[in-house]
């Protein structure tokens, strides 16, 4: 099993430090939620594991399977297995969701895009990766349309969430990072989010959940649980970690780290 590592990282947003030395050790089959009060740097630790420039690390390590990540550009920790749902998906006007799990797929596993009709390699490979993406959606119940509707344009919040977890299905991430999945969903959304992330876990699947509030971890059960507070992890437990601060909220532990 693969192993993500993060070692005493530290991060700075427009030359404030934001991440003052996250520690953090998620293996392959492993469900780890990171909860916190808003501000505490959980978006933060999501973009800077997949690279995103504006986040500027002054120190620590991430280490996949012993190789340091954060010397990578995003698309390269990509390829090694790595994989962020975002907080706010974008909306990709006139990219079917077909087209653009085509291209992910083809450009994680390092394969030509699909070149002109009747190049006999492109249209083998083609074939088969929508079988894949139908096997994806009757596993996830739904109806093949949804691939040939515009990406993310007009979807609700719950079909966005969904569509994220198509590309994790179809993608298989060693490592998933999802920011706040649950935010803007209904009871209704949130349940299928979690059925279609629930279908995907298993041993080659390891998983950082954000999230500030315990509501989604009803529906996807963490097997641990931390608590970040002013960029750091403060507390790891198990799931009576995120039932604590359900009841009691974020101050007493902000008291206690003080
Ligand atoms: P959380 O996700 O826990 O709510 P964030 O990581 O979004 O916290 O934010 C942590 C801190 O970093 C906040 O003080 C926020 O204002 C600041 N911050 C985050 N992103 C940016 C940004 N792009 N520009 C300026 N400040 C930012
Ligand atoms: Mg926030
Ligand atoms: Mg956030």
């Not at 009871?187 to 279609?196: E, P, Q, S």
Request: proline share 5%.
């Amino acid at each position: 099993a693969s192993t993500l590592e993060i070692r005493e990282l530290r991060c700075n947003v427009e030359e404030k430090e934001i991440l003052k030395g996250v520690n953090l050790t998620v293996r392959q089959g492993e469900v780890h939620a990171i909860m916190g009060p808003n501000g505490s740097g959980k978006s933060t630790l999501a973009y800077t594991l997949m690279g995103h420039p504006r986040y500027e690390v002054t120190g620590g390590e991430v280490l996949l399977d012993g190789e340091n990540i954060l010397e990578l550009p995003p698309d390269e920790r990509a390829k090694r297995g790595l994989f962020l749902a975002f907080q706010y998906p974008q909306e990709v006007p006139g990219v079917s969701v077909a087209n653009f799990l085509r291209t992910a797929v083809n450009s994680l596993r390092g394969e030509e895009p699909a070149g002109p009709a009747g190049s006999g390699k492109n249209l083998a490979s083609l074939a088969a990766l929508q079988k894949e993406i139908e096997g994806a959606l009757e596993q996830l119940r739904w109806d093949p349309s949804f691939t040939r509707r515009y990406l993310n344009e007009g979807f609700s919040g719950g079909e966005k969430k969904k569509g994220e977890m198509l590309q994790m299905a179809v993608l298989k991430p060693k490592f998933a990072i999802m920011d706040e999945t649950d935010s803007g969903l209904d009871i209704d959304a949130l349940k299928d989010v979690a059925r279609v992330f629930n279908s995907l876990r298993g041993p080659q699947l390891g998983a950082i959940v954000i999230t500030h509030y315990q509501r989604i971890l009803k529906y996807i059960e963490p097997d641990f649980v931390h608590i970040m507070v002013d960029g750091r992890i403060v507390r790891s437990g198990g799931r009576e970690l995120a039932e604590e601060v359900e009841a009691k909220g974020y101050d007493w532990i902000k008291a206690q780290v003080g």
